[in-house]
């Protein structure tokens, strides 16, 4: 894939800080405790330390973490998944799809293109 490309799309996302994930008092559910461990896997971890084993375990989580957490995330994720490195893209393209977060013009058509490539990925790999 067009490397140009990629940065082209990744480019509106550089600038999401790095989020973190807050919890009030002790975790309670399994779902609290899951989401209390991603903090610690992921909450110090810059979007440029994010590795293959690491980016498929973000992808397979992402449904427990935040939109902000997921676009900050998303340069590194669109990178592994367009060198065809990770094979969980069709998650983030549904999680993709379900962002809440309110997005700027640019990214907003970012994300409707990742979700295309993505698909057009998964399609080529069967």
């Known amino acids: 894939m067009n490397s140009n490309l990629i ?3 990744v480019e509106p996302f550089m600038q999401c800080r790095r989020p973190m994930i807050v919890h009030n008092g002790e975790p309670r559910t399994s779902v609290d405790h899951t989401r ?3 903090q610690k896997d992921f909450g110090m971890l810059h979007r440029d330390e994010v590795d293959v084993d690491k980016c498929s375990m973000i992808i397979c989580d992402s449904s427990l973490m935040s939109d ?3 676009l900050y995330f998303l340069p590194s994720l669109i990178r592994h998944i367009a060198n ?3 094979f969980t893209g069709e998650i983030l393209a549904h999680r993709l799809g379900d962002l809440r977060i309110a997005m700027n013009i640019e990214q907003n058509n970012a994300v409707r293109s990742i979700i295309d490539i993505i698909h057009e990925i998964e399609n080529e790999l069967e």
């Open 7 to 9: 940065d082209q799309l």
């Open 84 to 86: 065809q490195e990770v």
């Open 68 to 70: 902000e957490a997921i």
């Open 36 to 38: 209390s461990a991603i």
